[in-house]
């Protein structure tokens, strides 16, 4: 048990926060310079334009079940996790292929065998924001009244495809899950997290038929910053009022920023716009140093500069050497799996993570951005423990994330014209009943879980390859199959 | 402000629970008598075999979308809130018209005008558990360090409709929405409430084109059974453990019983099973006073008696008249609309308490089961204040709900044809864009939201009908017309 129950206590558990990480993507990818040419695009327009080499892609041996089945095993396994001590499971998603039934229920059937089902938790749904409400969800249960002790369990997962077309080199897939409870090595600031909520059609999925989405492109990044510069001025406000922003800054309260990524290059303009903003609350701007070039811009209005290349490139000109040391790093995997929705800015807190060694990242705050269209956004913090002890929670989050890059150069490299193949195959299939996949098992990673079969009533079944597991969990190489309910199938009277 | 912030608060805030509560239903209906002779059923197949008198529908002017703005808007109005009041603000709903955007944020669109915009929350989805997601989430939040003092908002809302055939006249529409905070005249209680989760396909929508669910009948009768005695049994300790469970009996506890009622006859049995519980449970069960008629079976095992109609006539006999008392007043929604889905127990919680008065519903106990198939189940309890004061919350609660009767007799009777013809028209027109509705605004309700159009790229308008306002709230009779964010349209590179 990770903590004791709060039945008797006086005030919230201790440090509440991320106690382990796993990151899933797939074992297949595309380079973006090749797909340049194959889609004659000048050479550039993806790698340099959007900061993007790689894309990750799944065929249609998978789908958002088993993208969670398998992170979230891969996350007990590793962490030599019982499933009893699991208390709450929920999911953020926007890649629905059911309007009913939750990605939740099916991943219930990795809890089976334990004998556990009173874990509260369903799946959250607001484009790459769910992954968001389910972690503040789960960060809320362990500080109520309702926590028995248990950890919560946030999984979340996307497979990101567009049409093919221009924005087809924005998509990504993988799946994030995160173990939550008290004592953790990462933990949330309290009083400071800020949202920002509100009707748009910027990115939306109205054919429910199909896997594409229906985009306004410059409404989008409109609306990202908007929403970027919302979340700014509420979350600094309540930094101020908890004592958390030094030196008349926000930017100096983060050693990390983790940013909703699209693409590399709007996170790089939102770190510049964080800049912007502190310029624009202080009384006093240092025109000779952190301000440089920004004279010009001092009575501007946020709200006119979404699309002002002059600010653009004199904020991204300032902020350049604390963008390289403050976010970059955190860009690892959106640069080479792509925009992975949900997961996204969890991603790209595991790129960091992946980028220190305990002792560095000890004592460090970071600030995320989360951003989900239609929308949804919020910024908060989190400190990293002060803890460097080897084999502590610090050090055995900070080592479980060590082998993403070895994990990322394992995957296999298919052509362009091989991509478009399965992007049409999965076009083509999405939502077929009955179904059999014919995507490769071998090129699987071990452990991966997989789509079996979909039956005539579309009740999809998996199994998991077998191979060498990620740690000496109990179901290292062994075959799971699925339970499955059958029974009758007749049209009546539920829901 | 309801209450004082967290921030400096020892323990969690005092009577966490439901302060106000709004029901939706749709303005017309038809007669289930009238529809076991158009579909040319035996009589009495509906109305005395499922327990079912008459069936609410939507014309294409409403969605889901319309109906929580209705019932949002009302429950601000009726209690003379301002939208600045409101901390967060979450939904539970399985009609989802869209894969990516949430309702949550088309509601924003009423919270415009007041700058507020920071309220966590999205959409919670799984089948008819949805809105218990979203509830027990507020209830976490209002205990947890991120509570700012101000209301949760709870909305749930579904249009609940099936194939022609013999599953058809299980179908309603609604939403409910809830006011959530500290110091409520409805409090939850700490400690009990149990859940069980599982993997099932008994009642799910894998057919994302349509508004019709698939449906394992005899299998979501199972499932659902079998989740209320899971429940059960984990409720019942919990109780017992915090001493709340007097006389051996969970039944004894509960003054109210609501349960998710896909059909009455199906609640009627599921009182009957706690009855059950309760007997097997019994080391010493009084077979001349309770438990009459129930020697027989003593040693049997729960999961042999989902279809045994033996134990099922007994245990309904045996439970009758405590039905009557406990449950049946709980009915009347769901009796007079049909399934509303995730409304479906708060409306039967609404009409519960349009049933009592403030004297004699002070400090009596509901216990709630919420069931969503996929699956997901909790039960858990309330109590109601003491407090009977004229003017006080509880009397407030008590009397906004007190013409539900009313409004349900103030609808409009359609014939099974007309009803037939306007299911046909939301089949064809279901997911169409551009389109533009066609059904009467004349027959809504005054200050009832409608579709006005849906234009080519799936952008929804809405509009509210002005009229008497159920309160003499500031945007009585005024006609309001939903911002709508506009923008060139080209497929780029966002979520």
Redesign the interface.
């Known amino acids: 048990m990770p903590g004791s129950s709060n039945?008797n206590?006086?005030?919230?558990p201790q440090d509440v926060g991320i106690i382990a990480m796993e990151v899933y993507f797939p074992s297949q990818y595309v380079e973006q310079s090749q797909l340049e040419a194959f889609d004659g695009v000048s050479a550039g327009k993806y790698t340099i334009g959007?900061g993007q080499s790689k894309m990750g892609f799944c065929s249609d041996r998978e789908d958002i079940n088993s993208l969670c089945l398998t992170v979230t095993q891969k996350l007990m396994e590793r962490n030599k996790l019982s499933y009893n001590e699991i208390g709450r499971?929920e999911v953020g998603t926007?890649?629905?292929?059911?309007?009913?039934?939750?990605t939740?229920?099916?991943i219930?059937?990795l809890f089976?065998e334990s004998g556990n089902?009173?874990?509260?938790?369903?799946?959250?749904?607001?484009?790459?924001?769910?992954g968001t409400?389910a972690l503040?969800?789960s960060?809320?249960?362990v500080?109520?009244?309702?926590w028995d002790g248990r950890y919560a369990l946030v999984v979340c997962g996307d497979i990101?495809i567009?049409?093919s077309?221009?924005?087809r080199?924005?998509g990504g897939a993988g799946a994030v899950a995160m173990l939550i409870g008290s004592n953790a090595p990462l933990v949330f600031d309290?009083?400071v997290?800020?949202?920002?909520?509100?009707?748009?059609?910027?990115?939306?999925?109205?054919?429910?038929?199909s896997e594409y989405?229906?985009?306004?492109?410059?409404?989008?990044?409109?609306c990202?910053l908007h929403a970027l510069d919302?979340c700014f001025e509420?979350f600094t406000t309540k930094a101020m009022a908890a004592g958390l922003r030094p030196n008349n800054s926000t930017l100096d309260m983060g050693d990390a920023f983790c940013f909703?990524a699209?693409?590399g290059k709007?996170v790089q303009k939102s770190f510049a716009r964080i800049l912007l903003n502190d310029f624009l609350r202080d009384g006093n701007p240092d025109f000779k140093g952190r301000y440089a070039g920004l004279e010009a811009f001092k009575d501007i209005n946020l709200e006119d500069t979404y699309f002002d290349k002059s600010v653009e490139t004199a904020t991204m000109q300032a902020s350049k050497d604390l963008f390289e040391k403050k976010t970059r790093p955190s860009l690892l995997i959106s640069n080479q799996v792509g925009?992975m929705?949900t997961p996204?800015v969890y991603a790209g807190l595991a790129s960091y993570i992946s980028s220190q060694s305990s002792s560095s990242i000890a004592g460090k705050r970071a600030i995320l951005f989360s951003y989900?269209?239609?929308?949804?956004a919020?910024m908060f913090s989190m400190r990293f423990s002060d803890n460097k002890t080897s084999g502590g929670a610090l050090d055995n989050l900070v080592k479980s994330l060590s082998d993403l890059k070895d994990r990322l150069n394992a995957r296999q490299c298919l052509a362009p014209v091989d991509f478009d193949s399965i992007m049409k195959l999965r076009e083509q299939t999405h939502?077929l009943?009955p179904y059999t996949p014919v995507g490769s098992i071998n090129v699987l990673a071990p452990d991966t879980w997989y789509v079996t079969e979909i039956d005539n009533?579309?009740?999809r079944k998996y199994e998991c390859k077998s191979g060498s597991s990620v740690a000496a969990g109990d179901s290292t190489g062994v075959k799971q199959t699925?339970?499955q309910?059958g029974?009758?199938?007749?049209?009546?009277?539920?829901?």
Request: hydrophobic share 30%; charged share 20%; net charge positive.
């Open positions: 039945t206590r006086q005030g919230w959007l499971l926007e890649t629905l292929i059911d309007k009913s039934k939750s939740k229920t099916v219930m059937q089976k089902s009173d874990l509260e938790g369903v799946d959250n749904t607001n484009a790459c924001y769910g409400a503040l969800n960060i809320n249960w500080e109520s009244s309702a990101a567009y049409a077309g221009n924005a080199c924005t309290r009083g997290r800020s949202s920002h909520m509100e009707h748009a059609y910027d990115f939306y999925k109205p054919d429910m038929s989405p229906v985009v306004d492109g410059k409404l989008s990044i409109q990202y919302k509420r909703h699209p693409y709007l925009n929705y996204s989900g269209s239609g929308l949804s919020t939502h009943a009533m579309h009740r699925s339970s309910t029974g009758r199938v007749n049209v009546a009277t539920q829901s």
